[in-house]
T-cell receptor, first 110, second 115 residues
């Protein structure tokens, strides 16, 4: 079945540092790929998405590119802020349902 | 921006008791999902509705869990009897359509603690 694997956390960075959170997937078809963010005590919010190979999703300074050849969708941000501290989930969606990774906790220190 | 409403935010119950969660999706969203999120893990689908019909409940423990969406709008998820292993966050999500391009809109969840 479909699966999503994220880099294990937690990740701790200083403010203005470069962020990469790795995500790879296994799917039988051609799914859409998503990054969701979860702040403490809240539900998940869509951060960005890409629907086909080589698409780049972007939002709030975050970017991720759908790489079919490496089955990856790594999340990047050039300069993180304290307010980016949260749990980040990579997910794929096919015709039937969405499958989530286990999440990566990011803590940004001033 | 419209939101998915869930209640209660927190619920503490003793094992063997019954518990129920309520969800009101974004207006006009035909597809509604219930997910369970165990601490430190990603959400896992319990049940998916299209309007009032169940389209996927393959991961729902049907001996103790039930879900309904009688009028195709709001939904209730029930656990009876609750077990210690049911302690988790229960998330409701909705989307305007079903398909691989449809992002999910999540509520803030119900944190269940079974003692």
């Amino acid at each position: 079945g479909d699966s999503v694997t994220q880099m294990e956390g937690p990740v701790t960075l200083s403010e203005e540092a470069f962020l990469t959170i790795n995500c790879t997937y296994t799917a039988t078809g051609y799914p859409s790929l998503f990054w969701y963010v979860q702040y403490p005590g809240e539900g998940l919010q869509l951060l960005l998405k890409a629907t086909k190979a080589d698409d780049k999703g972007s939002n709030k300074g975050f970017e991720a590119t759908y790489r079919k050849e490496t089955t990856s969708f790594h999340l990047e941000k050039g300069s993180v802020q304290v307010s980016d501290s949260a749990v980040y989930f990579c997910a794929l969606s096919d015709q039937r349902k969405s499958t989530f990774g286990d999440g990566t906790t990011l803590t940004v220190k001033p | 921006e419209a939101e998915v409403a869930q209640s209660p935010r927190y619920k503490i119950t003793e094992k063997s008791q019954a518990v129920a969660f309520w969800c009101d999706p974004i207006s006009g969203h035909a597809t509604l999902y219930w997910y369970r999120q165990i601490l430190g893990q990603g959400p896992e689908l319990l049940v998916q509705f299209q309007d009032e019909s169940v389209v996927d409940d393959s991961q729902l423990p049907k001996d103790r869990f039930s879900a309904e969406r009688l009028k195709g709008v709001d939904s209730t998820l029930k656990i009876q009897p609750a077990e210690l292993g049911d302690s988790a966050m229960y998330l409701c999500a909705s989307s305007p359509w079903t398909g691989e391009n449809s992002p999910l809109h999540f509520g803030n969840g119900t944190r269940l603690t079974v003692t």
